[in-house]
């Protein structure tokens, strides 16, 4: 089968930002601050807002079409993508997750979007390298883009304790993941084969990842987690992830102790929309 590039990206923006809005002792400048209050970590200011960095590098990686799923009280992404930046590479549409229900649910809304066709779906919050967007791009059906355990220490700016507290990957020899476990106690990421391979929500979904999302079950946090969505598409229809093995940078802006070195790494960044 010919490679079918894909054009469409949804951007996981509407969460609440709990994390975020938490005060930490940290010190920002008073625009930082007045976002990080709304815990919009899409929209905290590095030279200009975090998410135009991420879209720069999705036009770079040759996506065209980008929806950015958004909460109803979002009106500062709405305003800012939808009338107040002009956009030469990328065309930005939103979709709205009426209620903060969780990762699954907010792809569920960019469905619409999709329009039958292969999308990839992305958190807000992450900066990803160019490399594992590109090659995602290019696959043949579901995908994923994991990133080595290695790697993130090294590169990133992801400590110990948020890769232990994140998705793991269980690969196969052949290439396709095997499950997905969503925080894995010390015994079992311990019986899993080096490289380790992380998920920080950079997917590759055919139309099937819709019905899934629809199936699941709210998990114990009360949420529609996509974790769960992949695995009931893998177990219940057929579907099988291409795994990207990633080893580049990736940035994770979470919490107000995240800006500044996010704010380093980034400021020399070109961004071409």
Known sequence: MDRKAVDKVAILAGGLGIRMMAHNGTTLNAQQEAVADTGVKAM???KRPFL??????LADAGYKNVCLVVGPEHDRIRDYYGNELATTRLEISFAVQAEP???ADAVLAAEAFADGEDMVALNSDNYYPLEALRALRELNGAGAAMFSRKSLLANSNISPERVRSSAVAHIGADGFLHDILEKPDEETLNSLPEPLYVSKNCWRFTPKIFEACRKIEKSSRGEFELPDAVR?????????????????MVLDLSYRSDIREVTRRLENVPVNL
């Open 44 to 46: 905290i200011p590095i």
């Open 52 to 57: 135009d960095y991420v879209l720069s590098t």
């Open 101 to 103: 229900l969780g990762t």
């Open 232 to 248: 009931y598409a893998m177990e219940e229809l057929g579907e099988r992830f291409r795994i990207v093995p990633a080893e580049g």
